[in-house]
């Protein structure tokens, strides 16, 4: 079974671990979000693929989610010494060697999905990543602050911040230039099933859907596109989702999620068991829709959410 996932940071690794666990002999692609890559202290930073490839290469922290295990962070220590920032962003002394690597190796002419396969060849990490495009897409948060409308960083927004200010609008900066890193088209193209897992629907698979021709190439595969509901109980399962959805005028609901995917999208959708009346809210918007336990409690709950998924694929489109 050939699988493509469309993937943002913790919540889609940790639902790929459980992917693997489900269907240990698939052949997973899994197409990254790289719209919340940052440059800092000079290096290449993307944080989600290499939350991706720590996760299910066994070097994840798994308290935090991000980051790696068995972390120190004497350099970042150093740097704010002599007043080198920012402070705010978190890099360990081990994950510093990914982005040096990383950087180095684009510096030398190499693209990203170049760059991220040779990473993978240390890590191992049973899929293959590929990044949604080589090129530079930045995701962008519009603010109000002192009174004046601005765009920043969406990590400054999402790390330093904590969402705490509100969101105006959301902006993938450079998406509508980019293109689909190679194989991500191809990949989809051949895929038996495509899901959205429960991922940031705005500003992580939103991001992914915005680089010409990869939304079209989903909604026009030949597979199933099966999405999972990140919403759960009016609230998200981690992170702050509720607060991108508001900008893009969504309500932070298992349902509106669904809307907002589209019918023309989405094959079917999963919600938790506690959203069960949802169901016939996204029936009416054209979407199959089955209420199943969604919580990401251990990797086993994990794989048999991912087994619903793919029990889903096969009720709407039969072999």
Not at 40 to 48: E, Q, R, S, T
Not at 60 to 88: H, M, N, Q, T
Request: proline share 6%.
């Amino acid at each position: 079974m050939r699988i493509v996932v469309l993937a943002g940071g913790i919540g889609g690794a940790r639902f790929l671990r459980g992917l693997r666990r489900a269907v240990p002999d698939a052949d997973i692609t899994v197409v990254g979000n790289t719209g919340d890559d940052i440059h800092l202290f000079g290096l290449k930073v993307c944080p989600d693929l290499d939350t991706v490839m720590y996760t299910l290469g066994g070097g994840i922290d798994e308290e935090r989610g991000w980051g790696r295990a068995d972390e120190s962070f004497r350099v970042k220590e150093e740097l704010a010494a002599y007043g080198v920032g920012p402070e705010w962003f978190g890099l360990g002394d081990r994950d510093f060697a990914t982005h040096i690597v990383r950087t180095q190796m684009l510096d030398a002419g190499f693209p990203l999905s170049a760059v991220t396969e040779a990473l993978c060849d240390r890590w191992r990490p049973g899929v293959r990543l590929i990044p949604m495009t080589d090129d530079r897409v930045e995701t962008h948060v519009a603010v109000e602050s002192d009174g004046e409308r601005k765009a920043i960083h969406f990590q400054e927004y999402w790390v330093r911040l904590r969402a705490s200010v509100t969101a105006e609008a959301i902006v993938p900066v450079g998406a509508e230039h980019a293109k689909p890193a190679p194989g991500v088209l191809e990949a989809v193209a051949e895929a038996d099933v495509v899901l959205l897992p429960p991922s940031n629907p705005v500003v992580s698979i939103g991001t992914i859907l915005a680089v010409p021709g990869v939304r079209e190439a989903v909604a026009g595969a030949d597979a199933p596109v099966i999405g999972l509901s990140p919403i759960v109980g009016g609230a998200p399962v981690r992170g702050m989702a509720d607060k991108v959805l508001a900008a893009v005028g969504v309500e932070a609901t298992a349902a509106a999620v669904a809307e907002h995917y589209g019918a023309d999208l989405l094959d079917g959708w999963l919600v938790d068991a506690v959203d069960a009346d949802h169901v016939d809210r996204v029936e009416a918007a054209g979407i199959p829709c089955r209420a199943v336990p969604l919580m990401m409690t251990d990797v086993e709950a994990t794989a048999a959410m991912a087994r619903e998924a793919l029990a889903l694929a096969r009720e709407v489109r039969p072999a």
